[in-house]
């Protein structure tokens, strides 16, 4: 899936130079970066939320994209109907409920769940349908380790089972190891690498990407 060049500013003011990309279809792309680096952005533009400079969405228009930003959101309903707002009976619901371990919740009122519950309700009002692209804003970030293992686990059997691409922005660089098959490194809102994860994540060509993994310790 090609994605094309784009850039973006707000309010006259350069944040981002996108260079364009292939995202390999089936893959899971991990976009890494320090705060500020322009991860979210790339997001919200591949989903549409904010335009690009040129106006233009720089995925294919033919394309179903799912997106789930840095801050989940829940809608004033049960947590089961929150999910079924995407579509899907309440079977599915509660047996997707279930692997994310969070069927227990089902009747709750969405707007009281924690952190990490409000997360993983999020996903799987994404994961109830199918999506070509699916963009996801750090999804773990709220996450314990258990539930973190959990989605990573759940994330990767949807894109085996629906053959969708995954655009997953993360500070974990071990966990960009575990999931992702591509990787891009994002920094001062210019992408300073991209590849192969399996090199980028451990033998990159640039200075600033070895920096950055060994200022991250590994
Ligand atoms: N709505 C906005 N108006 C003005 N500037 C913005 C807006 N949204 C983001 N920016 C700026 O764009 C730059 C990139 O922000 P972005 O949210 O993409 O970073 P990020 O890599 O996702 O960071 P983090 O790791 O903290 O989530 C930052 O300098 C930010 O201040
Ligand atoms: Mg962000």
Redesign the pocket.
Known sequence: MKISAFKKS??G?W??DFPGFELKDGNICAVI??????????AKVLAGI?KADNRRLPVPNDISVGYMP?KSFAFRLSTISNIRLSGGSEEEALVLMKRLQIDHLARKRAKKMSGGETARMALARLLIRPYDLLIL??PTASMDIESTALTEEVVSEYCRNTGCTVLW?T?SLQQARRVAQQAIF?RN?CLCEAGEAEKLLFNPDKTETREFLEFYGI
């Open positions: 707000y309010e003011k944040v981002l970066g320090s705060n500020g680096s322009g991860k979210s952005t790339i904010v840095q804003d750090e922005v500070h994002m809102g």
